[in-house]
């Protein structure tokens, strides 16, 4: 009887800290309102969340009647994860509060040919500096580590079944680096984890269906549903990229030919110019060939997005990725030619945008954050669900 008393009093603990967090500024008049609990209850699990740190007080609020109610607010830094953001090249390590904020970060860079072991032992050293380096703040407040990788990662097990970009695959990482790191780690590809700190922290939060287009090295996606991640049987929903447009077409890092990023990825369009994108893009005003390649490139990303729509159903698509931060505008010029594609009933409500949020690791941090928020308790992540 203790026990399950004991389970309801953090459930209410955790529904009171989600409702605060979502109200961003609240009273315990208006918690006891919304929840029905009594005005005593809510008294004793405020206290006890200001007591533990989560929560606290801001100021006074007044209704022109009576006392003033004072003003709740969470305490953003009593929640954090690291966010670990590994790419061909680069590993970058942040501190990442429950409101999605970016407070301290460090990076490395690494061999592009770098093997398994030694991409687990650079990340390892990377969170080990950084957890030295702000032990004081990560005390007690950290729940987890979230990692996002480039390429299909199996869910929740955190193998990387294969990476492109590294050229290897089927690397056990979250156990590895659960068993030497002694802390909760989730493994996550990339662009899944994109959609799930827009869907946290960013401009998608009031939307329950939209999709996020990365487009870098690469060309990958993520579907939002109904507020959930699309993961499909083996967690390899959204891999846009290996689209096969033309099977006789050029030859793709995955072996097969013609998917559909030889034809829209920066690589493709470096590899193309035989110069850095944004040369390629300082470009665009003047020269005709590029001028009629970039159009062939915003063509396909407007048939694909068509496509994307009227398959999901869903408002919104996103582009973030290096490709979209150097050349902005490609966001209008895919809606406009989109919009003639799309059934006329689905695109009276629908968007092409430019992601909100920029950081990879900031992204990596929200899959351990969204856990923590979706568990029973304040507690830091143990185990991870099936679902986000």
């Known amino acids: ?8 009093h953090q459930r209410n603990m955790k529904m009171i800290y989600k409702l605060i967090k979502s109200e961003r500024v609240t009273t315990k008049a208006k918690l006891t309102r919304i929840t029905k609990l009594s005005p005593t209850s809510i008294g004793r699990i405020v206290g006890e969340l200001i007591e533990n740190q989560f929560v606290q007080e801001v100021g006074q609020e007044s209704n022109g009647v009576g006392r003033k109610a004072t003003s709740l607010s969470l305490n953003p830094n009593r929640v954090l994860a690291i966010g670990v953001s590994v790419d061909r090249g680069l590993i970058q390590a942040g501190i990442v509060n429950v409101e999605g904020e970016l407070c301290a970060s460090i990076e490395r860079p690494i061999d592009h040919s770098i093997s398994q072991e030694m991409l687990i032992r650079k990340t390892v050293e990377l969170i080990e500096d950084l957890i030295g380096r702000y032990d004081g703040k990560l005390k007690q407040a950290l729940v987890g580590i979230g990692i996002s990788v480039p390429g299909p990662v199996a869910w929740p ?63 990958g996606a993520a579907v939002i549903s109904k507020g959930r991640l699309c993961r499909g049987a083996s967690n390899f929903a959204g891999e846009i990229g290996h689209t096969i447009i033309d099977p006789n077409g050029p030859l793709c890092d995955c072996g097969r030919h013609g998917c559909f990023q030889t034809y829209v990825s920066m690589n493709s369009v470096q590899e193309h110019f035989g110069m850095p994108f944004s040369e390629v893009i300082a470009k665009r005003n003047a020269d005709k060939e590029v001028q009629e390649y970039l159009e062939q490139v915003t063509d396909r990303f407007a048939i694909m997005t068509a496509n994307l729509v009227n398959y999901y159903d ?16 490609m966001v209008n010029i895919i809606k406009e030619k989109a919009d003639k594609l799309i059934w006329k009933s689905l ?36 185990i991870p669900r099936k679902e986000i």
Not at 1 to 8: F, P, V
Not at 195 to 207: P, Q, R, S, T, V
Not at 314 to 326: A, I, N, P, R, S
């Open 314 to 329: 869903t408002k919104c698509v996103l582009f973030h990725g290096q490709m979209q931060q150097e050349w902005p505008e």
């Open 157 to 219: 097990e955190g193998i990387m079944q294969y990476s492109p970009q590294f050229r290897w695959g089927n690397c056990n990482f979250r156990e590895e680096l659960q068993k030497q790191l002694k802390r909760s780690v989730l493994v996550e590809n990339n662009v899944k984890s994109m959609a799930i700190a827009e869907h946290l922290f960013g401009d998608m939060k009031e939307y329950t269906d939209f999709i996020v287009f990365n487009v870098g090295s690469g060309v």
């Open 347 to 382: 695109s009276k409500e629908f968007e092409v945008l430019g992601a909100d949020i920029k950081s990879e690791m900031v992204a990596s941090a929200s899959v351990i954050l969204s856990e923590f928020l979706e568990a029973d308790n304040l507690e830091a992540v143990e």
């Open 1 to 8: 009887m203790k026990q399950d008393s004991d389970l309801m």
